[in-house]
């Protein structure tokens, strides 16, 4: 991003990390690192939920989904990632966000994608869906992985693997680590 949409682009809110944590209870005893599969629910959530039933209830769900809130929550991500609210869209999940993405990219016949050899298999299907489109689907060899869906492809990419499968064609890159899941303080 350069010229005009670069000066355009608002600075990062700074959050307040103490107050979010103290929103999430599990990391009072544990140390959560699975970010992909289940989330620690905050605090926050309750609140949220209370609103939206006390709304219905009362109202008959006049401010669900209402455009108005749709835009203030755009506008609250913007400030904290440091974006223009236009550019902030949203999605049912993960996977319906990846769609978006992947069907956003200007792929061409012969280009590539790496995945990790770990990656789950939600995260996988938009990937596969352009391989008949002539886009290459490339697995980033991996290590062992106790999780049952990767047992036949491994886990963990080996260092320095993803950037020895990538070539000049190579548009697209998922290989990280498995996530973990929680440990105990």
Do not use: C, Q
């Amino acid at each position: 991003m350069t010229g005009a949409a670069e000066r355009d682009r608002p600075a990062p809110a700074e959050p307040d990390w103490e107050r979010l944590r103290a929103e999430f209870p599990v990391f009072e005893r544990w140390v959560h690192l699975e970010i992909a599969n289940k989330a620690p629910v905050g605090r926050f959530v309750d609140r949220t939920i209370a609103e939206f039933v006390d709304d219905s209830r009362e109202t008959g769900g006049a401010e669900a989904f209402s455009r108005d809130r749709v835009e203030v929550a755009r506008a609250a991500i913007a400030r904290l990632v440091g974006a223009r609210p236009e550019t902030i869209a949203f999605a049912g999940n993960t996977s319906h966000a990846l769609n978006f993405a992947a069907g956003g990219l200007d792929l061409e016949p012969g280009d590539n994608v790496l995945l990790a050899a770990n990656e789950h298999p939600s995260n996988v299907f938009a990937w596969r869906y352009l391989e008949a489109e002539g886009v290459e689907v490339r697995w980033v060899p991996s290590r062992r992985s106790p999780r049952p869906w990767t047992r036949a492809r491994g886990s963990l990419p080996f260092p320095g693997s993803a950037t020895s499968s990538a070539t000049g064609r190579t548009r697209a890159s998922s290989p990280r680590p498995a996530a973990g899941a929680a440990w105990s303080r």
